[in-house]
């Protein structure tokens, strides 16, 4: 049930981030931003428990679950989007 949460929630971000790339009216800078200004609204909404992922690699510290796996993957996919602003 939580790597179905986990995948639900990755694949809500991943496609919150590509609409935030493909958006030409928006900076790099602005881009970047974009997901720590989202963060910022989460949190002041009292929307936002944590990230799920760090959890998720705490619970199941095993490289090899396929949880960890995909909070690993998430986490790349974070990168990615750092590093093409």
Not at 19 to 30: G, H, R, V, Y
Not at 35 to 46: C, E, I, T
Not at 53 to 63: E, G, L, V, W, Y
Request: charged share 20%; net charge negative.
């Amino acid at each position: 049930m939580l790597y179905d949460c986990l995948r639900h929630h990755s694949q809500q971000i991943e496609t919150w981030q590509r609409q935030i790339q493909l958006n030409d009216q928006l900076s790099p800078e602005e881009k970047l931003l974009a997901r720590y200004n989202q963060l910022a609204q989460k949190v002041s909404d009292n929307r936002f428990p944590g990230c799920l992922f760090i959890a998720a690699c705490s619970i199941f510290p095993d490289p090899e679950h396929p949880s960890h796996k995909l909070s690993e993957q998430q986490k790349n996919c974070l990168l990615i989007l750092v590093l093409s602003c």
